[in-house]
């Protein structure tokens, strides 16, 4: 006889929103991990679950790194994550954080860099989709020209953080 394990409950799902230089910014976490930083119209951006509970208080330290980082005073994010996404993604989004601040590679680099460099557009696809963007820096990966390429929340966003990390730290 199979007998089913029994479930853990599901982790409570938390979302907040804040104004940033980029827009209002909505941030998505359970207790234990971010799972998500979306700007408005971001593209592919999540329907949020219906039992999502909106309280700031376990976003709070997400909020506050990304406002350091907004005020040039962080550059780099030590925070629990949690995106989600297939095996190739997760390899995609983790080469991302590798990546130093204020600098930018290209799709084909990037896909040197996990060790697949023929999957340079499977690559910008896993990019697009990333779940936590800024803190999982998918806008420092441009096109092999220098141009800037597609954004999920756009090129005029892309182009101000890329600008922001530029200037270095104030």
């Known amino acids: ?6 479930h853990a409950p599901a982790a409570t799902l938390y979302f907040t ?19 998500g930083v979306f700007m408005e119209q971001h593209r ?6 219906l039992h999502a509970v909106r309280d700031a208080a376990p976003l709070r330290t997400a ?4 406002e350091a980082y907004f005020a040039g005073e962080r550059r780099t994010f030590t925070l629990a994550l949690a995106p989600q996404g297939t095996a190739f993604q997760q390899r995609v989004w983790l080469a991302l954080r590798a990546i130093p601040y204020g600098t930018t590679i290209s ?3 990037l896909a040197r860099r996990i060790g697949q460099p ?3 557009r499977a690559v910008g696809l896993a990019n697009g989709r990333n779940p936590i963007s800024i803190i999982v820096p998918c806008h420092r990966v441009i096109g092999a020209n220098g141009t800037l390429t597609g954004y999920g929340g756009g090129l ?3 182009r101000y953080l890329l600008a922001l990390e530029a200037a270095g730290p104030k």
């Open 44 to 49: 592919h951006q999540p329907v949020r679950p």
């Open 17 to 35: 929103e804040f104004s940033s230089p980029v827009g209002t910014i909505q941030l998505t976490g359970t207790d234990a991990a971010l799972t």
């Open 156 to 158: 005029e966003r892309k």
């Open 1 to 6: 006889m199979i007998t089913a394990a029994p």
């Open 107 to 109: 799709y084909g680099e």
């Open 118 to 120: 023929r999957a340079s």
């Open 63 to 66: 909020q506050e790194a990304l």
